[in-house]
């Protein structure tokens, strides 16, 4: 016989109390707007689904404690939670024989920052920057960027516009077809805060799923710590999901 599952009231008492997204499990509950005890990794509840170069009927998977190329870790924690004054920093992720590279895809990433309103930089200046002259297998959307202590609202909704903004110029390059929306996805963010001692911190983050799904769970995740009320959650789920009325993103030949 099936064991009897938890009723309904169970679940939603449960839900109230762990204030854990109903889209994600976790190895260890966490609290909302408070620091986990140990580095939990999320897995999604159902298995993902590959069609044609999308993904369906998943939901965004979260993990801690990813690494970024040690040179880049050791930027952010000299640069430090106000990041150079920006709403984002946007990473190079990948290592070559010592050097750390952006990926080709990153050329785009402030020009398509600036037409969502982000405001983001490059870790590296221009004459600094290398990137990679290939394209790896895998997700079709991969990229990482750095937020400070203090995220705001506002830059939760640039964020999520960011991200869908991204995987709509990956559809208009064919490199995928169907909705934006359903874009394999991979975010990873380095998250930088200051300690009650003064020490500088780095959590990393890495969101998978498709490009609606992975926006969606960076607000969720991100929101307790910058907005308590319903209402403006709300606004920002809105906000984000209403950004295909947001400026057209032309794509840019590489």
């Known amino acids: 016989m099936r064991p009897k599952g938890r009723s309904r009231r169970e679940r939603q008492t449960a839900r109230s109390k762990g204030a854990l997204p109903r889209s994600y499990c976790a190895s260890t509950p966490i609290g909302a707007g408070k620091q986990a005890s140990?580095?939990?990794?999320?897995?999604?509840?159902?298995?993902?689904?590959?069609?044609?170069?999308?993904?369906?009927?998943?939901?965004?998977?979260l993990k801690q404690g990813v690494d970024l190329p040690s040179d880049v870790a050791l930027q952010l924690r000299n640069i430090g939670p106000d990041l150079r004054g920006h709403q984002v920093l946007l990473l190079p992720t990948e290592s070559r024989g010592g050097a750390t590279y952006y990926k080709p895809d990153e050329m785009d990433a402030g020009r398509i920052a600036r037409q969502v309103s982000l405001d983001a930089s490059y870790l590296h200046e221009g004459q600094e920057r290398r990137y990679l002259h290939e394209y790896s297998a895998g997700w079709v959307l991969d990229f990482a960027m750095a937020v400070g202590q203090n995220i705001s609202a506002d830059s939760l909704i640039a964020i999520g516009r960011y991200i869908l903004a991204r995987a709509r110029v990956s559809t208009s390059k064919g490199v995928t077809n169907g909705p934006p929306e359903a874009v394999p996805t991979r975010v990873t963010i380095?998250?930088?805060?200051?300690?009650?001692?003064?020490?500088?911190e780095l959590d990393n983050l890495s969101f998978e799923g498709s490009a609606d799904g992975v926006a969606k769970a960076?607000?969720?995740?991100f929101s307790p710590r910058v907005v308590s009320s319903t209402a403006r959650r709300e606004s920002i789920e809105m906000s984000i999901e209403g950004s295909d009325s947001g400026p057209e993103i032309d794509s840019v030949a590489l």
């Open 38 to 61: 140990t580095s939990p990794t999320w897995t999604p509840v159902p298995s993902v689904v590959w069609h044609h170069g999308l993904m369906s009927d998943s939901l965004p998977t």
């Open 218 to 221: 960076i607000r969720e995740v």
């Open 190 to 200: 380095g998250h930088i805060r200051a300690s009650s001692d003064g020490t500088v």
